[in-house]
Nanobody, 117 residues
Framework: QVQLVESGGGLVQPGGSLRLSCVAS????????MSWHRQAPGKSREVVAI????????MYADSVKGRFTISRDNAKNSVYLQMDSLKPEDTAVYYC??????????WGQGTQVTVSS
């Protein structure tokens, strides 16, 4: 079965960096695009970044452009989110997602990112 396991969250000061990882299993990873999403308290979940199946194309939310970088390593069945110049408004639970795999969206369990001094 499909499994997505995120890691790398934590507490960081404003201006700091974190690198999130998502390890996937249960499907042919290099056939599918992947994405990162986040949900802050009291807000709906929003897309942060998307990457194509081969890493050749990426897209970012305006709020993170120039600060976040999505990447993938198909040999390791992994997708990453490098987050630099973090702001308090980046505080959220971050999720990786496999979209529309055999008609179903799959989410990881999430990893908490807190940006605070």
């Amino acid at each position: 079965q499909v499994q997505l396991v995120e890691s790398g969250g934590g507490l960081v000061q404003p201006g700091g960096s974190l690198r999130l990882s998502c390890v996937a299993s249960g499907f042919t990873f290099n056939d599918y695009g992947m994405s990162w999403h986040r949900q802050a308290p009291g807000k709906s979940r929003e897309v942060v970044a998307i990457i194509t199946y081969n890493g050749g194309g990426t897209m970012y939310a305006d709020s993170v452009k120039g600060r976040f970088t999505i990447s993938r390593d198909n040999a390791k069945n992994s997708v990453y989110l490098q987050m630099d110049s973090l702001k308090p408004e980046d505080t959220a639970v971050y999720y990786c997602k496999l979209g529309n795999y055999r008609g179903t969206n799959y989410w990881g369990q999430g990893t908490q990112v807190t940006v605070s001094s």
